[in-house]
């Protein structure tokens, strides 16, 4: 990964500013030196080179599990009937709530870097997208932006869905086909890890992101 020496400086700072605002809690007997803090504050804060501290504001914890982590999910559906199941999950950012993301899942992104998988940076793009008070795959941005934005990310999204639904080939994680939060935030892997991909599949989209995120450092 390169980053030139204005936006390294940025990073150092931004982490600098995560470590003194969030408690890291390790846990099933997980624990995390100095190095490996600064590390998991420098992934969380890539997104945030152009965006700036303001992309940290809303929440205070992040939780690392050693692996993989199982939460319990519930649903009451139209019929009074209540639905219980387990979801494993290798991240999670709630609403206001903690981030939440597996060590180990986190390292194989760092082994990997150009695979198109980033957790730290998937996590952290729901973080931006809540920051406006609703999770719709939209941070927020300024009013002229937010039109192009929705307009282009809607038609690259149907686009997507349609092709994942015919069971065609698709050149990113199809699981961006959930949601157009999820869409967001696997889009936004991808920039940090596969920017040529993102282009070629979703070159508006790939766009957007370069305004957001600034270069790839995989472009650099
Ligand atoms: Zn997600």
């Not at 009074?80 to 999670?92: A, N, P, Q, R, S």
């Not at 199809?174 to 999820?182: I, K, R, T, V």
């Amino acid at each position: 990964m390169r980053l030139d020496e204005p936006r390294a400086t940025r990073l150092r700072e931004l982490s600098t500013r995560f470590l003194h605002e969030k408690t890291i809690t390790p846990l099933g007997g997980l624990a995390l030196d100095d190095a490996q803090r600064v590390q998991l504050a420098a992934l969380c804060c890539l997104p945030l080179l152009e965006f700036g501290a303001g992309g940290l504001r809303g929440w205070s914890q992040l939780i690392v599990y050693p692996d993989a982590f199982r939460v319990n999910r519930s649903h009451v559906d139209s019929a009074g009937v209540l639905h219980e199941w387990e979801d494993e999950l290798i991240g999670e950012a709630w609403d206001q709530g903690p981030l939440i993301l597996s060590w180990a899942d986190v390292q194989a992104d760092l082994d990997e870097p150009d695979a198109g998988y980033c957790v730290a940076v998937h996590e952290m793009a729901h973080k931006l997208d809540a920051l406006d008070g609703e999770l719709d795959g939209t941070p927020p941005l300024p009013t002229a932006w937010l039109r192009d934005w929705a307009g282009d990310f809607q038609r690259e999204y149907d686009a997507f869905c349609q092709r994942v639904d015919r069971g065609r080939a698709v050149a990113i994680d199809p699981y961006a086909a959930e949601s157009p939060e999820e869409f967001f935030a696997v889009a936004s892997e991808y920039h940090f890890s596969s920017p040529q991909r993102l282009r070629q599949a979703l070159p508006s989209v790939a766009t957007h992101l370069q305004r957001l995120y600034g270069a790839s450092p995989l472009d650099g």
